[in-house]
């Protein structure tokens, strides 16, 4: 089990290293990481976003339902994903 940035989501112009700094910071990996310490093991991580999750997010999601063993529901602009032991209900089709 590995994660690996994939900059091809980052649309700027820059230099790789800058490109996987940009996609640290995308608003769902923030918000996962606040919901790992805030909430109990047993509950969902229930997201919102009124944009549609990246391909980098979305894999990354997956991995962090893997590891944690915590089942991930990110709702975006098109359709709801619940993540749960490194699977998504929209197989993939984001």
């Known amino acids: 089990m590995g994660y690996i940035p994939d900059s091809d989501f980052v649309l700027h112009d820059v230099e790789e290293e800058q490109k996987e700094q940009f996609l640290f910071q995308h608003s769902e990996k923030i918000a996962v990481a606040y919901g790992i310490i805030s909430t109990t093991p ?14 980098d997010c979305h894999t990354a999601m997956k991995y962090i339902s893997m590891a ?10 098109n359709r709801s994903h619940h993540m749960k032991n490194g699977v998504c209900s929209c197989k993939d089709y984001w």
Do not use: A, Q, Y
Not at 42 to 55: A, E, M, S
Not at 68 to 77: A, F
């Open 42 to 55: 047993l509950k969902p991580i229930r997201i919102f976003k009124n944009l549609r999750v990246c391909g």
């Open 68 to 77: 944690t063993g915590r089942e991930i529901v990110v709702r975006d602009s």
